[in-house]
Nanobody
């Protein structure tokens, strides 16, 4: 069983930066690929970023490429999402997710989910 707790979401202005964190309660964090997803009000859950178990490879959704960076610290059982140049359309609940398999961009392929953290970008 993996428990994930996101933090760092808040109200910011367009153009600001924000870093989200996701702490995992699991013995073998390095066995899990991690992903960030987001869901805006009335929309489907959207892939944001993913990182491989060792952290060597990362993947991004088209809407965040060049602005967001995913990283992980396996010693701290934590994955991060650095968000720069935030836009109003980035407003959503952000979720981290884990799967004990290679990285994926598809939400149904993730086994464990956090409760989400709200990011609101005002213009």
């Amino acid at each position: 069983q993996v428990q994930l707790v996101e933090s760092g979401g808040r109200l910011v202005q367009a153009g600001d930066s924000l870093r989200l964190s996701c702490a995992a309660s699991v013995r073998t964090f390095s066995s899990y690929s991690m992903g960030w997803f987001r869901q805006a009000l009335g929309k489907e859950r959207e892939f944001v970023a993913a990182i491989t178990r060792g952290g060597r490879s990362t993947y991004y959704g088209d809407s965040v490429k060049g602005r967001f960076t995913i990283s992980r610290d396996n010693a701290k059982n934590t994955v991060y999402l650095q968000m720069n140049s935030l836009k109003s359309e980035d407003t959503a609940v952000y979720y981290c997710a884990a799967r004990e398999a290679p990285s994926s961009t598809r939400p149904p392929e993730y086994e464990y989910w956090g409760q989400g953290t709200q990011v609101t970008v005002s213009s």
